[in-house]
């Protein structure tokens, strides 16, 4: 058996990979920890590591697990902007699950617009508390509204099929455009013509807050911004700060830049330790949820799959389709 050690295990991980593993002769040793420089010791023993969104795969993780004889590192998710894959490079192969379900994302970001547009979450607190009162309730049409769609890859793909099926205009931005018809425009004009801008891009050295203070300034007011893609597309605090002057009227946020210390975490019994998160939190047209938009169990089960394959590939000498090569410049923190 090759064994790996699988780091930030939750038990829906456990779930869909004891399903597959024995098929691809595998045993895993599963740690609740996060994989970091600290932590990463802890596979020594083990041929390989499986780590997720939020583990610390740095030069001195990396330089700790081949000190340990780890021979692979197989990210259980598609974005890898964790990894220093300058200092993996001819050292550790890294490999990645590029697909699993667009749609499980698409249709999470689609779920945050329909929410903050119709205000669902407040009705179902309201009528729960037998509140049948629709004060406050007042949304808008998707029907005819214009999406800016920024980064059509796979799950941006999906994302501006379902709001053609809604009747919206689609407009978007990438700077390698798909084949096919779909208005392209730039950046700037995007930005200005969007009444929702989905994020749905890589986060790189040229999309790290590609939502500021000045990008905000040059959208129509009450714009709603969602990001299902990386928290450091957008600069938090001027986030907060269009929201609270009003400029932007609500923002549906899967991923936060400092989400780390906390997302997949139960703190419901302690004082947040992240004011901007909290003052996020507390915003009546702010929703947050905790990096879940890839939790379906069709996404757990292609992603348990895909993840034991390259691993398996790596162990019994095989080509690593999935392998992040670099390019010109590798993605940052
Ligand atoms: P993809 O590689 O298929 O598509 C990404 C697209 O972004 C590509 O078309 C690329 O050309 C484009 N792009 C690159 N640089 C850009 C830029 N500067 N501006 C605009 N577009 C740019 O990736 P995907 O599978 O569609 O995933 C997109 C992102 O979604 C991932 O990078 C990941 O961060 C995120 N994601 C989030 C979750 C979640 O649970 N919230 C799950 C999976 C993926």
Wanted: hydrophobic share 40%.
């Amino acid at each position: 058996m090759n064994k790996v050690a699988f780091f930030d295990t939750k038990p829906y991980d456990k779930i869909y990979f004891d399903e597959l593993k024995s098929k691809y002769g595998i045993e895993i040793e599963y740690f609740e920890s996060k994989l970091s420089p600290r932590t990463a010791v802890m596979a020594k023993g083990s041929r390989g590591v499986v780590a997720f969104v939020n583990d610390d795969i740095s030069k001195e993780t990396i330089s700790v697990l081949k000190e340990n004889g780890i021979e692979i590192i197989a990210l259980r998710c598609a974005g890898y902007n964790n990894v220093d894959l300058n200092a993996a490079k001819d050292n550790i192969p890294v490999v990645r699950v590029p697909e699993y379900s667009p749609h499980a994302i698409s249709e999470h970001a689609m779920a945050l617009l329909l929410t903050l547009v119709r205000k669902t979450h407040k009705a179902y607190i309201r009528t729960r508390d037998y509140n049948f009162s629709l004060n406050g309730f007042v949304g808008f049409d998707l029907y005819g509204k214009t999406v800016g769609v920024v980064g059509t890859g796979k799950i941006g793909m999906t994302f501006v099929e379902m709001c053609r099926g809604m009747g919206m205009n689609v407009i978007a931005y990438d700077p390698k455009p798909s084949q096919g018809y779909l208005e392209y425009v730039p950046l700037e004009e995007l930005f200005a013509r969007s009444d929702v801008i989905s994020l749905h891009c890589p986060l790189t050295s040229e999309t790290y807050h590609l939502i500021n203070n000045y990008s905000i300034k040059m959208m129509k007011d009450k714009v709603i911004i969602l990001n299902t893609s990386r928290g450091a597309l957008i600069d938090t605090e001027a986030l907060i700060e269009g929201i609270r002057s009003g400029k932007i009227g609500g923002a549906g946020l899967d991923v936060y830049e400092e989400e780390s210390e906390f997302f997949y975490e139960d703190l419901s019994e302690s004082i947040l330790q992240d004011d901007i998160l909290s003052r996020l939190i507390m915003m009546p047209n702010v929703l947050v949820t905790s990096h879940q938009a890839f939790l379906t169990h069709e996404a757990l089960e292609r992603i348990a799959e895909i993840t034991l394959g390259n691993l398996k590939s790596c162990f019994d000498g095989e080509k690593l389709e999935n392998e992040i090569v670099i390019k010109k410049k590798s993605p940052v923190k």
